[in-house]
Structure formats: C-alpha cells, structure tokens
T-cell receptor, first 117, second 112 residues
Framework: GAVVSQHPSRVICKSGTSVKIECRSL??????MFWYRQFPKQSLMLMAT?????????EQGVEKDKFLINHASLTLSTLTVTSAHPEDSSFYIC?????????????FGEGSRLTVL | LAKTTQPISMDSYEGQEVNITCSHN???????ITWYQQFPSQGPRFIIQ???TKVTNEVASLFIPADRKSSTLSLPRVSLSDTAVYYC?????????????FGKGTTLSVSS
C-alpha cells in the first residue's frame, strides 16, 4: 500500500533554533499533503494544507511565519518550525491522500517528535 | 465537515468483541466514514472505510445504518495489542485536497 515517510522521527533542539521536518510520499504522487500536530493525550489538530507549487493554507490560529511549509515536488513537503520555543514541543504528523476508485484513504507518516529545550 | 462523537474510553478483556459507536448526525451525502487506529508516538493507521450497510475486512467490521447518522466499528476477539486510540472520521473520499478533521477518539484498553 501507499507509504508516507517522515524524517526525522525525533529531534531535540535548543530554544530559538529552527527545525525542518520532511514528509515524503514514497510510492505515489501527492499534490496535497496535510500537517497535523498532536499534544500528549490529545487528538490530532490540523495545522495546514500543503499544496504542491503554491502556498500552504493554514488553519485558524496557526502562525504561517512560524510554521513554514514548502511543497516543492509531488512527493515532498517540508515543515520548518522557526525560532522554536518549548511550547512548540509536540508530535508532528504529515499525511497525504491517494485518490483511488475504491477508497480515499488518508495515509499518515510515522510522526516526528520535537522537543525544544 | 461533519462532527463526530465517540465515547472517550472503553475497557475490554482479551478475546472479547468490542463495538465502538460513533455519531455523525450531520454527515453529507458524499461523505464516507473512516476509522483509524493510533498507537502512542505513531501516526494513525487506516482500519476500515464504508459508505453504507456493512463492510468487513481482515481486522474489523463497520456497520452503518440506513440513515448513516452513526456507525459502529466492531473488533472481533481483541488482544492486548489492540489497546490504542480509535478515531471515527467522516469526509469526502474523492477530494484529494480535503483533510480529515479528527475528533477526540476512543481510548480502548484491553486487559488480560
């Protein structure tokens, strides 16, 4: 089946630094990818929709200048957390949908755990 | 996007059948119902998807009544490894650019 891969799976950084997380669709092309954030014992919260070749669409309350999203190719989207602070520590998950005749299953990456010290 | 309501938590024992019901009163005509499973520190994993009536695969069954305002995920003979959070989502299956919005999910705890 379709696979979405994220890298890195875990990252620890100092406050004030920037961190980039990559999301790749390994065996299908995704014109759209989605970024979610999940805090401990909470559900996934949609942050933004990443569109290949155009600007991302951010959900209300998500700072576009802090969470930079680039979707330069049909198989790669990146999320950069700029000037990270401890409150940005979270589990970041990307996903992409492969439209097929039988199902519109949304495939998720393994997630990336960010810890900001 | 339709809002879903699920029980916050459920407890079961190994070997039992578990049924998790989800309410989605505002489901749209072109919305599908999809269930995902999530283990700690992992991304959600697709379990099953359906539009109406009953769908069965190798891991679960999905029952959807005629009015489609609810659905029930049935896990036969659960094991300890089925302990996870289960999310019910509704949304259009054919729109690649449409994200799925997650509700709170149901935390299933299976004991021996």
């Amino acid at each position: 089946g379709a696979v979405v891969s994220q890298h890195p799976s875990r990252v620890i950084c100092k406050s004030g630094t920037s961190v980039k997380i990559e999301c790749r669709s390994l065996d299908f092309q995704a014109t759209t990818m989605f970024w979610y954030r999940q805090f401990p014992k909470q559900s996934l919260m949609l942050m933004a929709t990443s569109n290949e070749g155009s600007k991302a669409t951010y959900e209300q309350g998500v700072e576009k200048d802090k969470f930079l999203i680039n979707h330069a190719s049909l198989t790669l989207s990146t999320l950069t957390v700029t000037s990270a602070h401890p409150e940005d520590s979270s589990f970041y998950i990307c996903s992409a949908r492969q439209v097929r005749a039988d199902t519109g299953e949304l495939f998720f990456g393994e997630g990336s755990r960010l810890t900001v010290l | 996007l339709a809002k879903t309501t699920q029980p916050i938590s459920m407890d079961s024992y190994e070997g039992q059948e578990v049924n998790i019901t989800c309410s989605h009163n505002n489901i749209a005509t072109n919305d599908y119902i999809t269930w995902y499973q999530q283990f700690p520190s992992q991304g959600p994993r697709f379990i099953i998807q359906g539009y109406k009536t009953k769908v069965t695969n190798e891991v679960a069954s999905l029952f959807i009544p005629a009015d489609r305002k609810s659905s029930t995920l049935s896990l036969p003979r659960v094991s300890l490894s089925d302990t996870a959070v289960y999310y019910c989502l509704v949304g259009s299956s054919n729109q690649a650019g449409t994200a799925l919005i997650f509700g709170k999910g149901t935390t299933l705890s299976v004991s021996s």
